[in-house]
């Protein structure tokens, strides 16, 4: 999948993860509320260690190095809290245990001790007592201990301890933030699996993938798709008619279809589009100076003649089954340039038509009147007339709706007409976002609308009455 179509699931997937960033933000808030809020004091101490007899002031200060790693390590030990905080401290020792840090900065020798309670008055009040015998209960358990000052090491209190009004955790902003952005990226993920356990097709590179044919065209998704009549008017910078024009000159270069050809239109489904496609194709032609036939052929449902407003009753039922001769049934498309077979009435048997001997006479008649032959065919599911028709036809052509089929549905249509050999050309993807459909350039859009204005500004006006020349004009 495309990095782009990764963007757009999740555009087209964004009420989920907006619901994903709302329930991250629920959890967030329920978690600081649920949470104890936390108060620190902190106080800070410059040790220093006297140079002992034999040392030189280099060794002192390594000393003092040493003596501040291991002062972070003893201070939160629960036995040494237990006797820093005796029975006569403020804050009993039981209350501290597991609530009191310690660092150490071996470059700049100072010690920091941080007290975290729930309350902060008794924060304040245990980093006091440790700022006033942190440095004796040190003392007490060294070992070596001198009698004078020598090789002894003082703990001066340089910081604090701080009094803390404003809890430090939970931390209401970091949460919220950070649950935001937790449960959108959850929103995220969530879209993104259920676009790639999607298997309906989307872009043109999954359709030639699944396919291995090249997409030809892609339909926008228009109002006028539906309306076949809306189809055969004119929009000279239409995207719609952009897209017929460049279906009409993809498949004049296909090698497999050849000038004469009888182009059968077809789906996997339907409901895809596939009669859209034909009368836009058969116009495009039409409008090419192409002789162009646009022909029925699904005998199941005839549906075209009454969508396109043409009379109804014979048609290519009719013909099939010799009650009538192919130039009777031909009825002439209004003002689009091209002629329509109709299917005429449903049969009993229209399978048994379509694969009928008369079938391939027909199109034989048609091919010697026409340049263009388009088969508006049934679709491949669950039907066989397509396959049949794909055996008579010089090419097919497979149209596939944007989301509509899946990968394995369409392989399986094409699988259909390879087992009776017919040749498909390529596709057309129908129904497409604007962002994946045919774009008409800028600069044709603007030439196209002002061709159109002055074709209207050209048309012939009303005759003028020659008026009559005076004598004195013609002397003049």
Same mark, same amino acid.
Request: hydrophobic share 50%; aromatic share 4%.
């Given at each position: 999948? $495309?990095?782009? $179509?990764?963007?757009?699931?999740?555009?087209?997937?964004?009420?989920?993860?907006?619901?994903?960033?709302? *329930?991250?933000?629920?959890?967030?808030?329920?978690?600081?509320?649920?949470?104890?809020?936390?108060?620190?004091?902190?106080?800070?101490?410059?040790?220093?260690?006297?140079?002992?007899?034999?040392?030189?002031?280099?060794?002192?200060?390594?000393?003092?190095?040493?003596r501040v790693a291991a002062y972070a390590s003893l201070i939160e030990s629960d036995s040494f809290i237990r006797q820093l905080f005796s029975s006569n401290s403020s804050v009993p020792s039981a209350e501290v245990e597991g609530s009191i840090s310690a660092s150490a900065n071996q470059d700049t020798r100072i010690l920091t001790v941080v007290v975290s309670l729930p309350d902060p008055a008794k924060a304040t009040q245990a980093a006091q007592t440790i700022a006033s015998r942190l440095s004796e209960s040190l003392r007490a358990v060294e070992a070596g201990q001198t009698k004078d000052a020598a090789g002894q090491t003082d703990l001066n209190v340089v910081g604090g301890p701080t009094a803390s009004t404003d809890p430090v955790s939970p931390r209401v902003g970091l949460n919220l933030g950070l649950g935001a952005l937790l449960g959108l990226g959850a929103g995220i993920?969530?879209?993104?699996?259920?676009?790639?356990?999607?298997?309906?097709?989307?872009?043109?590179?999954?359709?030639?993938?699944?396919?291995?044919?090249?997409?030809?065209?892609?339909?926008?998704?228009?109002?006028?798709?539906?309306?076949f009549i809306s189809i055969l008017q004119q929009r000279p910078a239409s995207g719609f008619d952009e897209a017929a024009r460049r279906l009409r000159t993809?498949?004049?270069?296909?090698?497999?279809?050849?000038?004469?050809?009888?182009?059968?239109?077809?789906?996997?489904?339907?409901?895809?589009?596939?009669?859209?496609?034909?009368?836009?194709?058969?116009?495009?032609?039409?409008?090419?100076?192409?002789r162009t036939l646009l022909v029925e052929a699904d005998l199941h449902k005839p549906q075209l003649a009454h969508d396109l407003g043409l009379p109804g009753g014979l048609g290519l039922t009719d013909v099939l089954a010799g009650r009538s001769a192919l130039k009777s049934v031909i009825q002439h498309a209004p003002g689009a340039g091209f002629?329509?077979?109709?299917?005429?009435?449903?049969?009993?048997?229209?399978? $048994?038509?379509?694969?009928?001997?008369?079938?391939?006479?027909?199109?034989?008649?048609?091919?010697?009147?026409?340049?263009?032959?388009?088969?508006?065919?049934?679709?491949?599911?669950?039907?066989?007339?397509?396959?049949?028709?794909?055996?008579?036809?010089?090419?097919?052509?497979?149209?596939?709706?944007?989301?509509?089929?899946?990968?394995?549905?369409?392989?399986?249509?094409?699988?259909?007409?390879?087992?009776?050999?017919?040749?498909?050309?390529? *596709?057309?993807?129908?129904?497409?976002?604007?962002q994946l459909a045919e774009a008409v350039p800028a600069g044709l859009r603007r030439s196209r609308l002002s061709g159109a204005r002055r074709k209207r500004r050209a048309a012939p006006a009303a005759p003028v009455e020659p008026q009559p020349v005076t004598e004195a004009a013609g002397k003049h």
């Open positions: 999948m $495309e990095l782009a $179509e990764y963007g757009r699931a999740i555009v087209r997937g964004w009420l989920w993860v907006l619901a994903g960033l709302l *329930a991250g933000l629920g959890a967030a808030a329920l978690v600081t509320a649920s949470t104890i809020p936390m108060y620190q004091s902190a106080v800070k101490f410059y040790v220093v260690s006297h140079t002992a007899v034999g040392q030189s002031p280099l060794q002192s200060l390594e000393l003092s190095r040493g993920v969530l879209v993104v699996s259920r676009r790639l356990g999607d298997k309906r097709l989307r872009t043109p590179a999954e359709v030639e993938e699944a396919a291995a044919v090249p997409v030809l065209a892609r339909i926008p998704a228009a109002g006028e798709a539906g309306n993809n498949i004049d270069h296909l090698p497999a279809a050849p000038a004469s050809a009888v182009l059968v239109i077809t789906s996997a489904t339907p409901g895809e589009g596939k009669s859209t496609v034909a009368l836009m194709l058969a116009r495009a032609w039409a409008e090419a100076g192409e002629d329509v077979v109709a299917a005429g009435a449903a049969p009993d048997n229209p399978t $048994e038509l379509i694969a009928s001997r008369s079938m391939t006479a027909v199109l034989g008649e048609m091919r010697g009147s026409y340049t263009r032959v388009i088969i508006d065919a049934p679709a491949l599911q669950p039907l066989s007339d397509a396959a049949l028709l794909a055996v008579r036809s010089d090419s097919t052509v497979m149209v596939v709706m944007y989301q509509k089929v899946s990968r394995e549905l369409l392989r399986s249509s094409l699988r259909n007409l390879e087992l009776v050999k017919g040749r498909v050309s390529g *596709a057309v993807l129908t129904a497409l976002p604007r």
